[in-house]
Every structure is written in C-alpha cells, then in structure tokens.
C-alpha cells in the first residue's frame, strides 16, 4: 500500500514539475515576442517598406511597396494580393519617398 502512494506523489511532482517548465517556457517566449526579439528578416526589422497606398475601391487598394532596393507594385483586393510591377530603381532619399507617397 505504501508503494502505491510513492508512485502516486512522484507521478504528482513529475507533473507538477512538468507543467511548471512548460508556463515558464510560454511566459519567457510571450516576453521575447513582446519585445520583438522573435523578429524574422535582417536585424534591423526595415528591410520591407510600404511607400504608399492608394485605394481604388471599398476594399481594393494599389500598394507601392519596397524590399531592400526593389520597388514593387502590389493590387490587393478581398481575393488577395497581386503582384502588378517591378519598378526601376529605388526611392533612395526621404525626400523621394515623401513624393511617392503624396502622389
């Protein structure tokens, strides 16, 4: 009778145990993903940019988008998203940027 109580308290501990590392695994990933250490990509995050969106309709829009130096012309509509063109060269300064943006 006395085993089967041994068995039982260490069944208890091992789950304990276990449940113990599994919440502090979860809060120390909710942790990192909050302080954005879980980032993928390079290592300063800007390596993909939206210039600008021009909406054409309730829930079509044209996105002008920028990874790294290429510019590309994305649609986007409820069906998903299309892409339209690679633009040449890219918008290099700020105040390039600004114009494609405002117009």
Same mark, same amino acid.
């Given at each position: 009778?006395?085993?089967?109580?041994?068995?039982? $308290?260490?069944?208890? &501990?091992?789950?304990?145990?276990?449940?113990?590392?599994?919440?502090?695994?979860?809060?120390? %990933? $909710?942790?990192?993903?909050?302080?954005?250490?879980?980032?993928?990509?390079?290592?300063?995050?800007?390596?993909?940019?939206?210039? %600008?969106? &021009?909406?054409?309709?309730?829930?079509?829009?044209?996105? @002008?988008?920028?990874?790294?130096?290429?510019? $590309? @012309?994305?649609?986007?509509?409820?069906?998903?998203?299309?892409?339209?063109?690679? @633009?040449?060269? %890219?918008?290099?300064?700020?105040? !390039?940027? &600004? &114009?494609?943006? !405002?117009?």
């Amino acid at each position: 009778m006395e085993h089967a109580s041994d068995f039982g $308290f260490l069944l208890w &501990k091992a789950g304990g145990s276990l449940v113990l590392v599994l919440a502090v695994l979860l809060i120390v %990933a $909710f942790v990192l993903k909050r302080w954005g250490l879980f980032n993928k990509g390079s290592s300063d995050g800007n390596w993909i940019q939206i210039l %600008a969106r &021009k909406p054409l309709g309730p829930r079509h829009y044209l996105l @002008l988008v920028q990874v790294q130096e290429n510019m $590309f @012309l994305l649609g986007v509509s409820p069906e998903g998203i299309g892409f339209l063109s690679s @633009l040449p060269g %890219a918008a290099t300064s700020e105040e !390039e940027k &600004k &114009k494609v943006q !405002e117009g």
